[in-house]
Each structure stands twice: as C-alpha cells, then as structure tokens.
C-alpha cells in the first residue's frame, strides 16, 4: 500500500452480526474498527450492500470504514460491492480479523498472501479474486484444551483475564491502522511486526 494521501482507502473489519456474536473472539476484526470509529470520530451509521460504513480520515488519508453484515464466511461479496461502488481497488484495503495462530495481545501487519484458514479472509479472496489486499491480524491465541475446540475458542467470549488486556489489543491495532495510513505498509511492519 503506498502513501498516496489523495486515493481513497477501505478498511475492512471482520466479524459476526447480532448480539450474540458481539463480544466473540472471532468479532475482534469489528471491535478494532469500532476503536478506530471512535477515536477518529467516523460515524459509521452508513447501510449499502449489507455493510455498515461511515467515511473519515484518519491521519490525513481519507477512508471508508467498514463492517459486512452477512455472516464471517459469506463477508466477500458485501465487501467488494462497497469497494467497487467507491471505485477502491483491492491493494488499497486493509482487513482487520482475528488470528488464532497469533497469540494474545500480538497484532501483525501482513502484506497480501493466502487466507491462513480463516473464512472471511477467504470469503474476501474468493469475491476479490485474489489476496492483493493489507491485513492487520489480531492474536486471540489457541485453546488451551484442544478438547474445547477451535469453533467454540473463536466463537466464545474473551475470558476475564483476556478482557483485562482487551483494551491495550484495540489500542495497540489501532495504531497499526494509523500507521499504516500515514507511513505506508513497509514502515508500519517494521514498526509493528
């Protein structure tokens, strides 16, 4: 992703809608863009093509924030309506999910590349026909029983312990995505890998 401060860029943020899936692991992708809404003041009240979205700047670069609000699996078509519709293409997106094979309070910055198992990332490359888009990966670590499950891990709750550490991760993940606004995807890697 280059520093163009005049093209306009999407930033994507996976998760499940409903209450229920609301406080997941899964749904970090939606918790981190809901940070960024907030400390960038984008109201993101927005509804086309099954997304919610609101449009902003953060760092001087203007962007569309947004949530797809079909399930993780099925979040690639809604995402590339938005995109086409804003005439945004793949290489100016970035994709906030939770990663499983990342622990706790790790948050990595990673520059195309395949769907590393995880659904709606290969919900995205699917629709976009490629993976010629930025993520910012969110660790929420592996079970520590495998007997509970890799589908009851991503689907469940943080813990209380996890909570406690929930902010710093938002906090952290969003100045990733601020990096790499202002500074481009090389810098803000070497900054945040």
Same mark, same amino acid.
Do not use: E, M, S, V
């Given at each position: 992703m280059n520093v163009d401060k005049?093209? *306009?860029? *999407?930033?994507?943020? *996976?998760?499940?809608?409903?209450k229920k899936y609301?406080?997941?692991?899964?749904?970090?992708?939606?918790m981190v863009l809901?940070? *960024?809404?907030r400390i960038y003041e984008i109201s993101v009240k927005n509804k086309k093509f099954n997304t919610v979205f609101g449009r902003g700047k953060i760092e001087g670069i203007n962007v569309i924030l947004a949530k797809p609000m079909l399930f993780m699996n099925n979040s690639g078509h809604p995402a590339r309506m938005l995109a086409e519709y804003f005439n945004i293409l793949s290489e100016d997106m970035v994709v906030i999910h939770d990663d499983i094979d990342l622990a706790l309070e790790r948050v990595k910055i990673k520059l195309k590349g395949g769907d590393g198992g995880h659904n709606g990332v290969k919900s995205l490359i699917k629709s976009f026909g490629g993976g010629n888009f930025s993520r910012l990966r969110i660790g929420i670590g592996r079970p520590e029983e495998i007997r509970a499950g890799v589908v009851n891990h991503v689907l469940g709750n943080f813990s209380e312990d996890e909570n406690r550490v929930l902010d710093g991760i938002l906090t952290r993940a969003a100045k990733a995505v601020a990096a790499v606004m202002r500074d481009g995807i090389s810098v803000a890697m070497n900054n945040f890998n």
């Open positions: 005049n093209r *306009l860029r *999407l930033i994507i943020g *996976l998760g499940n809608p409903g609301r406080c997941t692991r899964h749904n970090a992708g939606f809901d940070n *960024l809404a």
